[in-house]
């Protein structure tokens, strides 16, 4: 079983900035793409950003320029890095990984949601 632990996640000003973490544990052998989602209240849920294994990343265009994503391969864990933070930005971010575990079987990973909140 793979797990994958968010944090970072907290109530913030419009303008401000926040850090999200995800680290991927238990019976995982390499982790591929990873990415960030969100949703909120009554929307549905929508890509924010994604990274390849090398590198390679992917931005909803209302982030593009506000918020960097990147990775740490030996840790597997993924980082998103969130600037100027608006209020339509608040929502409930879920962690994503896919992986191929010990046994080589690929599996689809989701976080449990960290909630981020922009208001003053």
């Known amino acids: 079983q793979v797990q994958l632990v968010e944090s970072g996640g907290g109530l913030v000003q419009p303008g401000g900035s926040l850090r999200l973490s995800c680290t991927a544990s238990g019976n995982i052998l390499i982790s591929s793409d990873m990415g960030w989602f969100r949703q909120a209240p009554g929307k549905q849920r929508e890509l924010v950003a994604t990274?390849?294994?090398?590198?390679?990343?992917n931005y909803a265009d209302s982030v593009k320029g506000r918020f960097t994503i990147s990775r740490d391969n030996a840790k597997n864990t993924v980082y998103l890095q969130m600037n100027s933070l608006k209020p339509e930005d608040a929502a409930v971010y879920y962690c994503?990984?896919?992986?191929?575990?010990?046994?080589?079987?690929?599996?689809?990973?989701w976080g449990q949601g960290t909630q981020v909140t922009v208001s003053s």
């Open positions: 994503y990984m896919k992986g191929l575990t010990r046994q080589y079987s690929t599996v689809d990973c």
């Open positions: 990274i390849t294994r090398g590198g390679g990343t």
